[in-house]
DNA sequence: ATCAATTGCGTTATGCTATAACGTGTGTCA
DNA sequence: TGACACACGTTATAGCATAACGCAATTGAT
């Protein structure tokens, strides 16, 4: 028993083990490491590392995860029924964060500039681009003032 | 004897760990980890990870030495002369890189257009901003023929 | 039906990345 | 000369991520 469950559509069906990181990481306001995840979930039964980073490596194909590469932590995507997201297959847009360093929320954002202006660098240079990151660290508009 | 050695001048006198530290990662092809670079310099003394981790916190500062975020490792600065790096004080840009997952190689560039346009996008949120990572991992044109 | 391939899962062990906390030596400068 | 800042060395520990094993369930082709 398990093998994913049938869900609504639009999203892939996720297994058990998925919906509850998903759901942990969706209920946060902040970013979460793959650690603090877990412990949020040994009441489920969770154990060890390897159950939480397949889920999220899951997740992430999915388009419904994102991982902020300077802050070796999680967030769920923002935007998850725009085309943006979703590494899995048709997709035109990179995503943007930005995160406050006082706080701890974290902006989605996407720019169409931003990514064609890349692409051009790319395409003029004979690079491939398999996966973009663009993350800004600094202060909300709350925190800054 | 543990303070800085005055040197030719445009460049911030550096202590003998951080000039090892930066012979180092200025003599590599691809970026390097921390632990990687305690390797290499076990013969010159180093034992212990702290070594690295603070000459290259202010190789770092000193806009000499990029960390790739999405690595978890440094480069030497690509234009080590120009007012693009420097996180110390006056610098405009935010310096994006280009990272070949096949051969290691990292392209280091800048965009002012892409530079405004994240600018634009934290004026219109009041996000202030104070380090932005740009890291685009695909091939280069070598790898990817 | 059944066998092979695939996928998810659980467990143990391990490896890589980074920092805390302590004490030492040295140069600066009021 | 005494307070301060800074670089350094060492030990220990914290935090992030994956390798390698074996089992269970599902899928799909023959």
């Given amino acids: 028993m398990n093998a994913p469950v049938s869900s609504p559509a639009s999203t892939p069906a996720l297994t058990k083990n998925q919906s509850l990181v998903f759901e942990v990481l969706n209920s946060s306001d902040a970013p979460m ?11 489920h039964g969770f154990r060890a590392p390897l159950q939480v980073y397949r889920a999220l490596d899951k997740l992430t194909e999915f388009g419904m995860v994102h991982r902020l590469e300077s802050l070796n932590a999680f967030v769920a995507c923002a935007h998850p029924n725009s085309e943006c997201c979703s590494t899995g297959h048709g997709h035109h847009g990179t995503v943007a964060f930005a995160i406050c360093e006082s706080c701890g929320h974290v902006f989605e954002f996407h720019d169409h500039q931003v990514d064609h202006r890349l692409g051009d660098w790319a395409k003029g240079k004979g690079f491939k681009p398999a996966k973009t990151t663009i993350e800004i660290r600094g202060l909300c508009e709350a925190c800054a003032a």
């Fill in 33 to 43: 490491s793959a650690y603090t995840i877990l412990d949020k979930l040994r009441d």
